[in-house]
């Protein structure tokens, strides 16, 4: 069947399940119609699976408490390790470049950037008893192979479990934007910085409304909101052919338990897929469904800049989860216009 017929006939059986419950913000120009025949699912049994784009044209990854991509048989389950993805879908084939730490509940990956000639990665630490940890900032200046992991080297001056929740990916203006929110939370907070001071945390500043951006926390609003929440990461990705801003994201509904900080417990399974004109917004709906694909946990959505077709149109987009998603899983996508 044509590819674009078949994005279609997706999005017409499916329309009925894009607003599932009320979203956070009015519809989009643009829908959303993903393939299910297109899903592929490599690096099984670690999840998380954060991207950016290297200076080689390479998509890099930071995956959480597993093996990598190329798992070997009696290999010591990781916290996380960074991983080179070295061709594109229907051929996927990745190179594990590093790994740190005890294997379960001990770190958590948040995001991963490129900028400054180095791979930058904000983590925390993860167990129910770090929740107030504070965000730190690791460092490698060879493309992941070593790194300065910064356990010294944290964010003060900002609320306790305020975290790193995403990085605007597929950009490059003069600054990195950086998400906060609380994991499970409902506001997403907005800072800015010099790409060349990425490490100072005294050179970030927050969105303030308007035009104004303002050294301390104190008195910036948030620039995303969804009363549903949302667990562990957000992503966000320039589609520089459109002019828009792609923010995707699970989010709770009526029959999940957002108590539970595990994700098999607390049944997500949902999609939101929000676009803007600026990583600050305004924001409307393209995409709001309760059970994305089943009723699996999934979480960490992504969209990688490289995987986005020449019109912005069409896109691979990324996903983890628990048990079953627990790895790096594909699906192409298409957006429509809305009526």
């Not at 009015?26 to 099984?44: H, W």
């Not at 939370?185 to 790409?195: C, I, M, N, T």
């Not at 338990?257 to 393209?286: H, I, K, M, R, Y």
């Amino acid at each position: 069947m044509n590819t674009r017929i078949r994005f279609l006939i997706l999005a017409a059986a499916s329309a009925w399940a894009v607003f599932a419950q009320d979203p956070p913000y009015p519809a989009s120009a643009y829908t959303l119609a993903c393939d299910e025949s297109s899903r592929q699912q490599s690096g099984l049994g670690s999840d998380l699976w954060q991207l950016t784009l290297g200076p080689d044209g390479r998509l890099y990854a930071v995956w959480g408490e597993g093996w990598g991509w190329n798992r070997q048989r009696n290999d010591q389950k990781r916290g996380f390790g960074v991983t080179r993805i070295t061709s594109r879908p229907g051929s996927l084939k990745a190179e594990d470049l590093w790994d740190y730490g005890p294997g379960w509940g001990v770190y958590r990956p948040l995001s991963l950037i490129f900028a400054n000639d180095a791979l930058y990665l904000f983590w925390k630490k993860g167990a129910g008893r770090y929740r107030e940890d504070a965000t730190h900032l690791a460092f490698s200046a060879d493309l992941g192979r070593t790194w300065d992991t910064g356990e010294y080297r944290r964010f003060t001056g900002i609320p306790a479990g305020l975290m790193v929740s995403g990085v605007v990916q597929g950009e490059s203006s003069e600054y990195v934007y950086v998400y906060f929110a609380r994991s499970q939370g409902s506001d997403f907070y907005l800072a800015r910085v010099p790409r060349g001071e990425i490490e100072s945390f005294a050179s970030y500043r927050w969105f303030a409304g308007g035009d104004r951006w303002t050294e301390s926390f104190d008195g910036t609003k948030p620039v995303f909101h969804d009363p549903n929440g949302y667990l562990w990461h957000i992503g966000v990705s320039y589609i520089a052919p459109l002019g828009r801003y792609l923010l995707t994201k699970p989010h709770y509904t009526p029959h999940d338990n957002p108590a539970a900080t595990q994700a098999p417990e607390s049944g997500l399974s949902s999609l939101g897929v929000f676009e803007a004109p600026t990583p600050w917004g305004p924001w409307t709906t393209v995409h709001y469904e309760d059970d994305f694909l089943d009723d699996k946990a999934k979480f960490s959505y992504f969209i990688p800049t490289p995987w986005v077709s020449a019109d912005g149109r069409e896109f691979w987009l990324t996903y983890s989860g628990r048990p079953e998603y627990a790895s790096f899983n594909l699906i192409r996508c298409r957006l429509g216009d809305g009526e």
